[in-house]
């Protein structure tokens, strides 16, 4: 069983930066795959960013919409994924979810194993 926690969401204006928080406990996570989704109001879940054994730089994947704006990493000894979330717009407001999965994390919401309680983003115009 992995138990996932998230922190640091609020309120920002567009342009402005969030980091989100991730504390996982469980077993065998330092080969779980660990990402990150979100769910805009009306809207499916959708992918964000994952972090994929070996968690080298190029193990790392954004969705279209984030890329180079978001970044991922880890901190394998506190078992916590974060996210860096850097020119905020109006679109990026959502509830953002921690996830993780055996070896990787699928693009398919549907396929994730573990998921946190959500943590709410907004970032106003």
């Known amino acids: 069983q992995v138990h996932l926690v998230e922190s640091g969401g609020g309120l920002v204006q567009a342009g402005g930066s969030l980091r989100l928080s991730c504390a996982a406990s469980?077993?065998?996570?330092?080969?779980?795959?660990m990402g990150w989704f979100r769910q805009a109001p009306g809207k499916e879940r959708e992918f964000v960013a994952s972090?994929?054994?070996?968690?080298?730089?190029?193990?790392?994947n954004y969705a279209d919409a984030v890329k180079g704006r978001f970044t991922i990493s880890r901190d394998i000894p506190k078992n916590t994924v974060y996210l860096q979330m850097n020119s905020l717009k109006p679109e990026d407001t959502a509830v953002y979810y921690c996830?993780?999965?055996?070896?990787?994390?699928?693009?398919?919401?549907?396929?994730?194993?573990?998921w946190g309680q959500g943590t709410q983003v907004t970032v106003s115009s």
């Open positions: 996830v993780a999965n055996p070896n990787h994390i699928p693009a398919n919401p549907t396929a994730v194993v573990y």
């Open positions: 469980g077993r065998a996570l330092s080969i779980y795959g």
């Open positions: 972090d994929t054994w070996p968690f080298k730089t190029n193990d790392r």
